[in-house]
């Protein structure tokens, strides 16, 4: 079993739906949870942190962590084509060094 | 603010060939990362450098892959001699702290294809 998985996609929505991207783990060390975006040809960003289980909200994104079923979410309201892009979950342990899922490709049509 | 700069950004070399890497990170950043992503495969960490210091090489595949970071500023990573397993994209990244919570800034990242 994979560390981190994703769902790769691709998924594609209407803009202004809201988008639901998840990512599963099994490392129960993992206590700070990161969601990265990356545009084509560039690097990751991070979008969103997240330290242990609960909700943080930023904008028109949402992060839930849940540890006690190792499942970590990445809510997106009103999505823009601008949104379009591959995300990322990163989880990490202290002490340890990120494990990135593989990518969950995302496609907001106008 | 420059951001972590990466060159190349795309190589293509032969197998048995050396390629070197390079990359600045932003100015002030301690913390020094590689990582890399072969062809459908998640992005996997390489190693971790603190100023000139390597903090972590336990994702360094073999060695025929060298990184130095003199003078703890830029950093470069050898590959000598490239085999086909080689190919994918390279990235660097930079942070201030070593914390787990520490913002990862990366680069663009170099595309290496070994033939």
């Known amino acids: 079993q994979k560390e981190v998985e994703q769902d790769p996609g691709p998924l594609s929505v209407p803009e202004g739906a809201i988008v639901s991207l998840n990512c599963t783990y099994s490392?129960?060390?993992?206590?700070?949870f990161m969601w990265y975006r990356q545009y084509s040809r560039k690097g990751p960003e991070l979008l969103m942190y997240?330290?242990?289980?609960g909700n943080k909200e930023d904008g028109r994104f949402t992060a839930q962590v849940d540890k006690s079923s190792k499942y970590i979410s990445l809510f997106i309201r009103d999505s823009q084509p601008s949104d379009s892009a591959t995300y990322l979950c990163?989880?990490?342990?202290?002490?340890?060094?990120?494990?990135f899922g593989p990518g969950t490709r995302l496609s907001v049509l106008p | 603010e420059a951001g972590v700069t990466q060159f190349p950004s795309h190589s293509v070399i032969e197998k048995g060939q050396t390629v070197t890497l390079r990359c600045d990170p932003i100015?002030?950043?301690?913390?020094l990362y590689w990582y890399r992503r072969v062809m459908g495969k998640e992005i996997k960490f390489l190693l971790h450098?603190?100023?000139?210091?390597?903090?972590?090489e336990s994702g360094m595949p073999n060695n025929r892959f060298l990184a130095e970071r003199t003078g703890g500023t830029y950093s470069t990573l050898k590959v000598q001699p490239a085999e086909l397993e080689d190919s994918g994209v390279y990235f660097c990244?930079?942070?201030?702290?070593?914390?787990?919570?520490?913002?990862?800034?990366f680069g663009s990242g170099t595309q290496l294809s070994v033939l």
């Open positions: 990244a930079s942070s201030q702290g070593g914390a787990p919570s520490a913002k990862l800034f």
């Open positions: 490392n129960s060390a993992f206590q700070y």
């Open positions: 997240t330290y242990s289980s």
């Open positions: 990163a989880p990490r342990g202290y002490g340890q060094n990120f494990v």
């Open positions: 100015s002030g950043h301690d913390n």
């Open positions: 450098f603190v100023k000139e210091s390597k903090q972590d």
